[in-house]
C-alpha cells in the first residue's frame, strides 16, 4: 500500500486524507495545533461558543458537484442540518438602512424605495445577482488536467457567468458602488468586502446566498471540521495533532517523507502539503521550489493584495431580536491597526443558540486588515504587554460604539475574547494574518496555480491559496485536485 503524509489538518489536508483513505492509500496527517480544521474553528470563552469561520459555505444547494464533495467528506449530508440565512447584511447610514436579503425580490424593492432614481441600476443588479446564482467552484479534476470538452461543460454550467464578467468583469466593488447615486446603497456595497475586491465578487457572494447555497451548517465551523475528521478516522486515516511538521526530507528529485520538529522523521511515499503556501516555501521546502505563479503573486504585493481581520467577541445577557445577522453601522472614529474606521459591524449567531448559555446571545465584530495594519500587529506583537494593552484598547473603543449604537445593551455586554491577524500567523502560519488567499482585485483576475511541485516527483500542494480568493470550496477543491494526481500515479 502506497503511504501519503499530509503537512496540515485543515479542510484542503483533511479532504485529501478522507478521498485518499477511501481510494486504497495509506495516509497520515500531521497537524500542529490540539485541533483539526485549521481556519475552520472556534472556540469556547467564558461558556460561549466563538464560531470563527463559516458565515456561508458555498455548497449547501444539493446537485451541484461541490455539494457532492461537501457530503463525500462528512461536511454536509447525513443528517446534517443547515441554517438558511435570511439575509447577507444589512447597512446603516444617516438612520437608514438597507438589507440585502435572501428574498432578493424584496432587497430590489427596498432598495427602489430608498432610491428611485437609482432604479434601473439596482433592477440591473439584482438581474446579474441572479445569473451569479449558476457560479460553481469546479472540483472535478485540476484545472490543468481538464480537456476542451471539460471546459465547454465548465462554461455551460456557468453560463450566465460569462454576462456578469462582461458587465462587472472589469470594476471594483468601489466603482460599482459609484453607480448608485445614493450615499447608502454606494456605502453597503463597500461594507462587506475588504476594499480593492472586483465587483463581481459582490455579486457572486451575494448570488450564492439568494440562490440558497450560502448556508450554514448546524454546529458551525469547529463542528464542521470535527465531522471531517471523523469520517477520515473512519476510512482508516491517522490524525496526528500537537505534530508540528518542521520540513520535507528531500533526496534528489523526490522528498523521502518529513520530518517532525520533535525531530521524528516519517516515511512516505508521497508528502502533500496542504498548509499555507508561503509558510510552505519558507519552511518546509526551499523557496527555489516555489511554483512560479505562486511567487511573482508573493513579490507583487500591490497587485495581489491579502487581508485579515482584527475582531471581537462579547457576551450580551439577553436575547435581543433586533441584532440579528450581520449589521453594519457608522461609529466614531477608531483606529484598529494603522487605518482610522468610521464604520463597524455586529454580527450575531442567534441561529445558533447553543452558542450561548440560555437567555444570552453572542456578538462578534471584525474589522478589516490590510497588510500595512498586519505590520502594525507584527511588530507590536514583539511586545506582548503593549499587543495585549492595545486589543484591549480597540475592544474597549468597540464596545462603547457598540452600545451607543444599541443603547438597550448598557449595562447587558462585554468583551469575551479579542484577536488579531497576528493570531492567524500564530495558529495557522498564515501569510499576513490572511485567512482567505490573494485579493481578486480587477489587476488580477485568474489567480489559479496547479498543486504540483516542480523538481520534486512525489510532493503536492493543498491549500486555498492555489485559487483566489480562497474560503472552504476553494481548500476542499484543492485538496481533492492533490488527492487526484496521487491517484492518477498509482
Ligand atoms: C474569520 C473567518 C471567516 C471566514 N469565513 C469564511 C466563509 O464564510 N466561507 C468560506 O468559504 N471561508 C471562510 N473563511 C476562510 C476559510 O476558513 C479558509 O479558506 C479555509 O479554512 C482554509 O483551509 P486550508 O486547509 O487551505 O488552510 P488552513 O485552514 O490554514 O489549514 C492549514 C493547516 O496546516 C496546519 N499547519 C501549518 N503549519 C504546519 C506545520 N508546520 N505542521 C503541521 N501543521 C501545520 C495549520 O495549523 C492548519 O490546520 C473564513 C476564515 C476566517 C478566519
Given at each position: 500500500m502506497r503511504k501519503v503524509v499530509i503537512v496540515g489538518g485543515g479542510i484542503a489536508g483533511m479532504t485529501a486524507g478522507v478521498l485518499l483513505q477511501k481510494a486504497g492509500f495509506d495516509t497520515?496527517?500531521?497537524e500542529k495545533n490540539a485541533l483539526p480544521g485549521g481556519q475552520c474553528t472556534g472556540w469556547k470563552r467564558e461558556g460561549y461558543f466563538i464560531d470563527n469561520c463559516i458565515h456561508w459555505l458555498t455548497g449547501t444547494r444539493p446537485e451541484s458537484a461541490l455539494h457532492e464533495l461537501w457530503k463525500e467528506i462528512g461536511a454536509l449530508g447525513n443528517g446534517v442540518e443547515v441554517h438558511e440565512k435570511e439575509m447577507f447584511f444589512s447597512s446603516k447610514l444617516n438612520g437608514q438602512t438597507l438589507t440585502f436579503w435572501r428574498d432578493k425580490e424584496r432587497t430590489r424593492k427596498e432598495m427602489v424605495e430608498l432610491s428611485p432614481e437609482d432604479e434601473k441600476e439596482i433592477n440591473k443588479l439584482i438581474e446579474y445577482v441572479t445569473m451569479s446564482e449558476t457560479m460553481t467552484v469546479p472540483v472535478e479534476k485540476p484545472f490543468d488536467a481538464m480537456n476542451p470538452i471539460d471546459f465547454m461543460k465548465l462554461g455551460m454550467s456557468m453560463k450566465s457567468m460569462g454576462k456578469v464578467m462582461k458587465e462587472y468583469g472589469n470594476m471594483d466593488i468601489n466603482e460599482l458602488a459609484m453607480r448608485f447615486k445614493h450615499p447608502l446603497i454606494?456605502?453597503?456595497i463597500v461594507d462587506y468586502m475588504p476594499s480593492g475586491y472586483q465587483a463581481y465578487a459582490f455579486l457572486v457572494s451575494y448570488g450564492t446566498v439568494t440562490g440558497g447555497n450560502g448556508d450554514i451548517p448546524k454546529g458551525g465551523s469547529l463542528a464542521m471540521s470535527l465531522r471531517i475528521a471523523e469520517k477520515y478516522k473512519e476510512y482508516g486515516g491517522v490524525l496526528y495533532t500537537n505534530a508540528s511538521v518542521k520540513n520535507i526530507l528531500i533526496n534528489g528529485k523526490k522528498a523521502d517523507g518529513i520530518m517532525l520538529e520533535n525531530g521524528e522523521q516519517v516515511e512516505?511515499?508521497?508528502v502533500i502539503c496542504a498548509c499555507d503556501t508561503d509558510y510552505t516555501f519558507r519552511k518546509l521546502l526551499p523557496d527555489k521550489y516555489m511554483p512560479k505563479g505562486l511567487k511573482q503573486m508573493y513579490a507583487d504585493r500591490d497587485k495581489y493584495p491579502v487581508s485579515s481581520g482584527?475582531?471581537?467577541?462579547?457576551?450580551v445577557d439577553g436575547v435581543f431580536g433586533e441584532l440579528t445577522g450581520t449589521r453594519v453601522f457608522s461609529c466614531d472614529e477608531i483606529n484598529v491597526g494603522n487605518q482610522t474606521v468610521k464604520s463597524m459591524s455586529v454580527q450575531s449567531y442567534d441561529y445558533e443558540p447553543d452558542f450561548a448559555p440560555v437567555g444570552k446571545m453572542i456578538l462578534q465584530t471584525n474589522f478589516s486588515q490590510t497588510e500595512?495594519?498586519?505590520?502594525?500587529?507584527?511588530?507590536?506583537y514583539t511586545d506582548k504587554a503593549s499587543y495585549e494593552k492595545r486589543k484591549t484598547e480597540i475592544a474597549e473603543q468597540a464596545i462603547q460604539r457598540v452600545i451607543k449604537e444599541y443603547p438597550f445593551l448598557e449595562g447587558k455586554i462585554h468583551v469575551i475574547d479579542v484577536w488579531s491577524p497576528m493570531t492567524y500567523t500564530r495558529y495557522c502560519n498564515s501569510y499576513k494574518g490572511a485567512y482567505m488567499s490573494f485579493v481578486t482585485t480587477k489587476q488580477a483576475k485568474s489567480i489559479t496555480v496547479p498543486g504540483v511541485v516542480k523538481g520534486l516527483d512525489n510532493v503536492f500542494l493543498a491549500s486555498q491559496w492555489l485559487m483566489g480568493p480562497g474560503g472552504l470550496p476553494t481548500a476542499a477543491a484543492m485538496g481533492k485536485f492533490a488527492a487526484w494526481r496521487i491517484m492518477k500515479r498509482k
Open positions: 497520515e496527517i500531521y454606494r456605502r453597503a512516505a511515499d508521497y482584527f475582531q471581537i467577541a462579547y457576551a500595512a495594519d498586519y505590520k502594525y500587529w507584527e511588530s507590536l
